[in-house]
């Protein structure tokens, strides 16, 4: 038997799983970009009539095309993350991580800033928060 938990926010049954900062990302993309390709069979332009100037840009300015544009550019981002394997040390050390290196350092903080939108989300875990 499978067991697991029910998402209301993606609306499914989620197997038991501890998925990575990159994994968790990937989905929540994942069912973002879903959603925005949900929308752009949608009207907008008699939502506009009668609004101000600042609330018709805000809807252009995340129209589906754009959320499509800005999911994908930060998937791209989360590509380039090499994995944990890529990071070990086969040096002295064996096979312990980099935690110390820069890099790494640097390539888990950009990861947890953009997971930070997604904080409210069931999968979260507090140690991803910057």
Not at 36 to 42: N, T
Not at 48 to 70: C, F, K, N, T
Not at 94 to 99: A, K, L
Request: proline content about 8%.
């Amino acid at each position: 038997m499978t067991t697991g938990r029910w998402n209301p926010m993606g609306q499914r049954f989620e197997p038991d799983s501890t998925p990575s900062l990159a994994e968790f990302l990937l989905a929540r993309f994942a069912e973002d970009e879903e959603r925005a390709r949900a929308a752009r069979g949608y009207q907008t332009g008699s939502r506009y009539e009668g609004q101000p100037p600042d609330w018709q840009l805000h809807i252009e300015r995340w129209s589906p095309a754009m959320v499509l544009a800005d999911l994908d550019a930060k998937r791209r981002i989360v590509e380039l993350h090499p994995s944990e394997d890529e990071w070990r040390d086969e040096g002295e050390q064996g096979s312990e991580y980099c935690v110390e290196n820069p890099a790494w350092t640097t390539w888990t903080e950009v990861l947890k800033l953009l997971a930070l939108p997604y904080a409210d989300h069931l999968d979260y875990r507090q140690e991803w928060r910057p």
